[in-house]
């Protein structure tokens, strides 16, 4: 039968908020290396050096084409084989944060793709310098764009923080389980940590889409 | 980094320097030629315009001068100083992009769809590049941006984004962008073609102001013959990539001596 014990609840639930500030935590994290790295791996496919464009698309390739899951273990258990010993939370952060820039690192070109060929145009008849272009006339422009794209891995990353629990970064899912292994109670520690993902998320979501209308008209884009 | 086929002069050493000189310029895309061998030069403070059928290179001329793209063939010069090409060890090669930079600082070019930055007011489109390129000091650049503005008689909007302006006045504001950067010669390609007839008036009259007070160089493409007549030193009527036949306005649009030019003239002023 449904067998729902609130004074379960009550005893777990402080336990399992301060984890959620790991979970944030490691969300913010990652998101931030995504957002620099993604950026670095958008810009040197649009450099004029083949080798490193290649290289680097076929990189963010493989990364795409292969389970977060597995980036984390082969991080954090191949890594020692190597001489690499990292932390969980290092090793997560580095398997996350990588994953998350090579699916940013396209939303940030496909924001790049965006700005209109007139603008490259003018910035070059004005004698901008490369650098001076980007970052003052095609990443600003990018950026309405990029950044539906940019919101949605934002939510994606948080959402996949559970599988940091594999290699024991204690993150909300990796609590939840060691509180059901305690008790042999797990209805209450998982339906919590639904609850938890989803009081965070969907306030999330919608503040972001708020603030994609905001950012256009503050630029002036409409 | 191909030099160009053919004896091409290091530097122009002429008694008489123009101020631009297209020399055997040749342009292709795939197998299309869209420039074939054009010789064309344009005096010091001349104001030159190119009229022609959709689709004869009119507008190439102007995107090759700019570098925009690289020609095929030939060498652009500006004050006698290859524009296209660069000097190294007493050979032309193809310009490096630090050569096009600084050549370009003496040419102002206006789109037919403007090209403001969007994110940008009015006042930010004409102080960032005397800013980032000149080393203007902010106070200097806004002041010329305001005198420019002044100019084109949209100083009130300086602080208006690109998108709460009229086609006419982001032209405007197009023009003043470039010429903040003091240009030598100064490049419209088609700027009144994608406004309203309304407001046409505008902006071709602030052209005129440019060809009456100032000595710029002006080469324009346009598809106003009124206009063109009335403000042009020299006519070139552009057909298959070649100059057809050029003139003084008069001369060519009163008495065009080619078939090709008769035709054209008589098709565009029956249109309108």
């Not at chain 1, 919608?206 to 950012?215: D, Y």
Request: charged share 20%; aromatic share 8%; glycine share 8%.
């Amino acid at each position: 039968m449904f067998d729902w014990r609130w004074e379960f609840v009550g005893d777990i639930l402080p336990r399992l908020l301060k984890a959620t500030g790991n979970t944030l935590l490691a969300a913010l994290l990652g998101y931030g290396i995504a957002v620099v790295l993604g950026l670095i791996l958008a810009l040197a496919q649009r450099t004029h050096y083949p080798l490193l464009n290649r290289t680097v698309r076929e990189f963010v390739e493989f990364i795409r084409s292969t389970p977060l899951v597995l980036q984390i273990f082969f991080v954090f258990y191949v890594g020692p084989q190597f001489g690499i010993m990292l932390s969980p939370w290092t090793a997560g952060m580095i398997a996350i944060g990588l994953h998350y820039a090579s699916y940013l690192s396209e939303v940030y070109r496909a924001g790049i793709d965006s700005v209109p060929m007139g603008q490259w145009e003018a910035a070059t008849s004005l004698s901008l310098s490369a650098a001076r272009t980007y970052s003052r006339i095609i990443i600003p422009q990018a950026i309405p764009t990029a950044f539906a794209g940019m919101g949605n891995y934002l939510v994606g990353i948080f959402k996949d923080t559970p599988m940091l629990s594999v290699i024991g970064v204690a993150e909300l899912m990796h609590t939840a389980n060691a509180i059901g292994s305690e008790h042999y109670r797990f209805l209450e520690p998982y339906t919590l940590v639904g609850l938890i993902f989803l009081a965070i998320s969907l306030p999330t979501a919608g503040a972001l889409r708020k603030a994609e209308g905001k950012i256009r008209e503050n630029m002036g884009l409409r | 980094m191909r030099p160009p086929t053919g004896d091409y002069p290091l530097r122009l050493e002429d008694e008489h320097i123009p101020m631009v000189r297209f020399q055997n310029v040749t342009k292709r895309y795939g197998d299309l030629v869209v420039l074939d061998s054009l010789d064309l030069d344009v005096e010091e403070g001349e104001m030159v315009t190119i009229i022609g059928p959709s689709g004869s290179g009119k507008t190439t001329v102007l995107r090759m001068l700019m570098a925009l793209e690289m020609i095929d063939d030939g060498v652009i010069y500006l004050e006698g100083e290859p524009m296209t090409h660069m000097v190294k060890n007493g050979t032309l090669i193809r310009a490096d992009k630090k050569y096009l930079r600084r050549q370009r600082l003496n040419i102002g070019m206006c789109f037919q769809h403007f090209n403001l930055f969007p994110h940008m007011t009015a006042l930010e489109n004409c102080i960032e590049a005397p800013i980032q390129v000149l080393g203007l000091s902010k106070t200097e650049a806004v002041e010329r941006a305001r005198d420019l503005l002044d100019m084109v008689g949209l100083l009130e909007k300086s602080d208006e984004h690109p998108s709460r302006l009229s086609g006419g006045q982001k032209q405007r504001v197009a023009i003043a962008r470039s010429l903040a950067m003091r240009p030598k010669v100064m490049l419209f390609d088609e700027v009144t073609s994608a406004l309203d007839p309304e407001v046409i008036g505008e902006v071709t009259q602030v052209i005129r102001k440019l060809v009456d007070k100032h000595n710029l160089t002006m080469l324009m493409v346009t598809h106003q013959m009124g206009f063109a007549r009335e403000i042009s030193d020299r006519v070139c009527f552009f057909y298959d990539g070649k100059i057809e036949e050029q003139g003084a306005p008069e001369q060519l649009f009163e008495n065009p001596e080619r078939e090709r030019t008769q035709q054209f003239l008589s098709a565009v002023l029956e249109a309108t």
